[in-house]
């Protein structure tokens, strides 16, 4: 299941899609049209996975070409200057591509998560003064939903598998207990 997530400036538009949804065969309890004065156990925002994923996937595939390079040239060094055997080039190149790999995985694991964060702190923030979000919970016809947002003039429409509940920013979340 995805869930469709889509900011609004005015009410009706919000209200179009929530229609589309129902004449779509979408339920009440998969769907959700919220404003600013919804109750804060009602808010959802989209999850920062699939930023995460995308800096993983980039950052790993960078890390590994770009180390596989000086690996090569690590091996190729080994042999020509030492006499090195063969073997020990090749082992000399893989523990570079390795290194590369892991790097690249972790670099692109920070990156992309704080790239998902920035974006939901800009939905966040849209939200907080006065958008009107739509959120659609679907097995089927996502691509269809996320067209008829951007027919009715949808904003930071996202696409996840899962969303999270909105931290309530009211101080309630933030208040620190009194030591004893």
């Given at each position: 299941m995805k869930t469709i997530f889509g900011l609004f400036d005015q009410k009706e538009q919000a209200e179009a899609v929530a229609e589309f949804a129902?004449?779509?065969?979408?339920?009440?309890?998969?769907?959700?049209?919220?404003?600013?004065?919804?109750?804060?156990?009602?808010l959802v925002e989209p999850s920062p996975r699939p930023e995460t994923s995308k800096g993983i996937r980039a950052f790993a595939i960078l890390g590994t070409l770009i180390f596989a390079v000086f690996g090569a040239f690590a091996a190729v060094g080994s042999?020509?200057?030492?006499?090195?055997?063969?073997s020990f080039a090749i082992q000399v190149f893989l523990v570079f591509v390795i290194i590369g790999f892991l790097a690249g995985v972790g670099l692109g694991f920070v990156?992309?998560?704080?790239?998902?964060?920035?974006?939901?702190?800009h939905f966040r923030?849209?939200?907080?003064?006065?958008?009107?979000?739509?959120?659609?919970?679907?097995?089927?016809?996502v691509e269809g939903f996320v067209?008829?947002?951007?027919?009715?003039?949808?904003?930071?429409?996202q696409v996840c598998k899962y969303g999270r509940p909105m931290p309530d920013?009211?101080?309630?979340?933030?208040?620190?207990?009194a030591a004893h």
């Open positions: 129902r004449r779509s065969n979408i339920t009440d309890e998969h769907l959700k049209v919220l404003d600013s004065g919804s109750p804060a156990h009602d042999v020509t200057s030492t006499s090195a055997p063969v990156k992309g998560r704080s790239d998902g964060e920035e974006e939901i702190q923030e849209a939200f907080e003064h006065g958008a009107i979000m739509v959120v659609i919970e679907a097995d089927q016809h067209e008829e947002m951007r027919r009715q003039g949808g904003k930071m429409i920013m009211t101080g309630q979340d933030l208040q620190v207990s």
